[in-house]
């Protein structure tokens, strides 16, 4: 067989119906884009439709918050992991943020140069949410170095918001760095096709848009103190996570109402948006992942309802987005949501046989591994290794010598540390149900949860939590992987909540990212500790 270059298979219903939603220039809705690991999400997009969406008048943007997990991502010149991104070192929650705030203002300075973000614009909208006289006044004062004193007094306090808006934004046009303005519009070597008004309109639009950031920035420092109290209390406050968010909501909002259509489409794609709910918070600038994410959701949500939003779509293989999310942020209609699990053996059987794999390989693909496309890219891509040569210089070996030597791979890297991980979660559990931190509506089911073993004898401790995993592990197997027990309440499937247990005590190892990487006949030769 010639090895052939592998090919993306174009999913027509699938993409038809995220082109549809990017289509439009706002929307009532984000879009959850949602399934296991491995079947092509991050692949359709990026290699099928991102393309299309920055052509003409649409621009995109995509954010990754996984980009920054370097042992793991193919930024990095790695491969992404099997197992779920909880179980990699986890993302900061400022550099996800960085992330986010960056993609979305090159996209913001892309409708300045289109002339459909302006001053006056970027002043309302700021205007509508926020109190801007004291901190104006702050900023104009600590910018103009001719103040004598720089105290308020040289301010009147009869000036209004607008007037102290058009003072603080030609105070910061005579301290920027006119040359570098001039690069982020595009007017280098371009002095000709602009006229002198022109360009004046476009240079104080970026200066307005800094101006409101830094407007936003000596609010938070305001609420530094705090922040930095709910961070130490554990508590919550929609306030204070709302001001965390403030800086990329309102860029949301300003490309949303600047949108028009075969002119500025402008859309955001953010994949692995579980990875900011479980980024590691370095300081106390802000609040906690948790709270950020939840506070940047609910409020597309509700730009979305209340004026409409550009086109959001949230990519993830957690499926905490498949159920939990609808009921978390509201009702079932929340989201758009779009759910897919990859091929099914026959699509697969016809995209793979003959070009990649033989009749007989297939046969023992799908018996072992299944139809998911990473799995069957990583193996044909070790089919086409030197290994796979020095394999078949010994007469003795077979195709199945491959696919040992895959599972071997999978057993090492994957399901050792997912199964060390899930029987740590059970034992934290054990511990929080004695002590009496679970709600008792999870203890409801299966007398092991409501006698727990006591952490003194270590070895019925460790015992007690291999029978409750190995219990989930083989309920998800006799279901094929595809049970939504929450949707249809089909806790009777299971003898007890050992599925609800690892889902609450643990955000991120979940019906998707456990099992799926961990297939039975792998996960039967765990080694025990």
């Known amino acids: 067989m010639v090895n052939k270059t592998w090919k993306i298979i174009p999913r027509p219903l699938l993409e038809t119906i995220l082109n549809n939603h990017a289509q439009h220039h706002r929307v009532p809705q984000p879009l959850i884009l949602h399934g296991p690991r491995g079947v092509g999400k991050t692949t359709l997009i990026l290699e099928r439709l991102l393309n299309d969406w920055n052509k003409g008048p649409h ?46 203002e090159s996209m913001a300075y892309k409708g300045i140069r289109l002339g459909t973000i302006t001053s006056n614009q970027i002043f309302s909208t700021l205007n509508k949410w926020h109190r801007l006289d004291t901190a104006l006044r702050r900023i104009i004062i600590l910018n103009n170095p001719s103040s004598p004193s720089r105290s308020r007094n040289t301010i009147s306090d009869k000036v209004s918001g607008s007037v102290l808006w058009e003072r603080a934004v030609f105070t910061l046009s005579a301290r920027s760095n006119a040359k570098e303005i001039d690069e982020l519009l595009g007017l280098e070597g371009k002095g000709n096709n602009l006229s002198l008004e022109e360009a004046s309109y476009f240079r104080e639009a970026i200066v307005a848009l800094r101006l409101a950031k830094e407007v936003i920035k000596v609010q938070q420092g305001w609420r530094a103190n705090a922040i930095a109290h709910l961070n130490r209390t554990g508590g919550f406050s929609r306030s204070l996570a709302n001001s965390c968010t403030d800086w990329p909501c309102l860029l949301l909002e300003l490309l949303s109402q600047a949108a028009e259509i075969d002119y500025f489409q402008p859309k955001l794609v953010i994949n692995n948006i579980e990875v900011l709910k479980n980024a590691i918070l370095t300081d106390d600038s802000m609040v906690s992942a948790p709270l950020y994410h939840d506070s940047l959701i609910w409020r597309i949500i509700a730009l979305g309802a209340n004026e409409r939003c550009l086109p959001v779509m949230l990519i993830s293989s957690d499926s905490y987005y498949s159920y939990q999310a609808y009921m978390d942020f509201g009702f079932p209609d929340i989201f758009i949501s779009r759910e897919t699990f990859g091929w099914t053996a026959q699509e697969a059987k016809m995209h793979m046989v003959t070009d990649y794999f033989s009749h007989s390989e297939w046969a023992v693909i799908v018996e072992v591994l299944g139809p998911n496309p990473r799995h069957l890219f990583e193996l044909y891509a070790l ?15 077979t195709f199945e010598d491959i696919i040992d030597a895959y599972l071997a791979y999978l057993q090492v890297t994957v399901v050792n540390p997912a199964m060390d991980k899930a029987l740590g979660i059970l034992q934290k559990f054990a511990d929080d149900a004695r002590s009496g931190k ?68 643990c955000p991120g190892t979940d019906v998707y990212e456990f099992p799926e990487v961990a297939p039975v006949s792998v996960a039967a030769d765990y080694t025990w500790p």
Not at 383 to 397: E, P, T
Request: hydrophobic share 35%; proline share 5%; charged share 20%.
């Open 59 to 104: 621009i995109t943007g995509y954010v990754d918050f996984a980009q920054s997990i370097k042992d793991h991502h193919p930024q990095h010149n790695n491969s992404f992991p099997w197992a779920s991104w909880s179980t990699c070192d986890s993302s900061t929650l400022s550099s996800c943020k960085t992330q986010l705030e960056t993609c979305l």
């Open 438 to 505: 679970i709600s008792k509506d999870i203890l409801c089911f299966g007398a092991p949860w409501r006698h727990p073993p006591k952490r003194d004898d270590p070895a019925l401790y460790l015992e007690w939590a291999k029978l409750q995993l190995m219990d989930f592990v083989q309920c998800l197997v006799n279901t094929e992987f595809g049970v939504n027990y929450l949707a249809d309440y089909s806790l009777e499937i299971f003898d007890d909540p050992c599925t609800l247990a690892l889902l609450e005590a």
């Open 383 to 397: 089919k086409q290794s030197y290994y796979y040569q020095i394999v078949l210089d010994d007469k003795a070996s």
